[in-house]
């Protein structure tokens, strides 16, 4: 197995590759300190199983640079991790094409446990993620049952009438996340664009 260990900070490189040895005997660890020195490894590397990406180290940018790794790898799973462990984060991250979610203060077992889901093929959603969007009282809203709460939240901001770089402000998200959330909000609620979306909610007596 060959893995890439994506952080800025050494000690928790050697933490990690401590731990995941535990998944087989026959495991090749690569180290990265930036995004930059990643993505070169990840291009590099023939045959790579698995990318562990710290969402704040240099050159990441939020989840852009979880974007330019998908891109330099599309086939291989990756698998955010981060000392910023709240819902919204773990969601943007898992919206955006991560295979999993893994905060830094997670415990040994249920980390291998979540990589060993990851390298089978299925994808790790962390139980706070899912108690998050289960409890949401928005979610309740006829016809609106499929949105995420970072969905909702774009919904809301459109229904108050801002603009794509006004939303991103305002939830500290790039162009491209919010466009992607644009996109998935439109084919869930079965409209084709912002207008039919707000007139939607509008009409369903939703408001925010």
């Known amino acids: 197995m060959k ?6 900070h050494g000690l928790i490189r050697d933490m990690f ?3 995941v040895r535990e998944l087989t005997e026959d495991l090749q660890i690569y180290h ?3 995004l930059p020195q990643a993505v070169e490894l990840a ?3 023939d045959a790579l199983d698995l990318i562990l990406l710290d969402l704040r180290m240099p050159g990441m940018n939020g989840l852009a640079g979880l974007n330019a790794m998908r891109e330099a790898r599309p086939e291989v ?3 955010v991790m981060s000392g910023d ?3 919204e984060t773990m969601r943007d ?13 997670m415990r040994a077992a249920p980390m291998l446990s979540a990589l060993r889901l990851v390298l089978s ?3 790790y959603i962390p139980e706070q993620v899912i108690q998050e969007t289960d409890k949401s009282p928005l979610r309740q809203v006829p016809g609106f049952e499929a949105l995420s709460l970072r969905e909702l939240d774009v919904l809301r901001h459109l229904v108050k009438g801002q603009t794509n770089k006004e939303i991103g402000r305002e939830l500290q998200l790039n162009d491209v996340t919010i466009g992607l959330h644009l996109s998935s909000i439109y084919r869930k609620l079965g409209v084709k664009s912002r207008t039919q979306a707000v007139r939607l909610a509008l009409r369903q007596g939703w408001d925010g």
Not at 3 to 8: G, P, R, W
Not at 93 to 105: S, W
């Open 3 to 8: 893995l890439l260990i994506a952080d800025d």
């Open 17 to 19: 590759a401590e731990l």
């Open 32 to 34: 990265a300190g930036t």
């Open 43 to 45: 291009r590099a590397t």
């Open 77 to 79: 799973a990756i698998v």
């Open 85 to 87: 462990a709240d819902p």
């Open 93 to 105: 991250a898992l919206q955006a094409g991560a295979a999993g979610f893994i905060p830094k203060t």
């Open 121 to 123: 093929g299925g994808r």
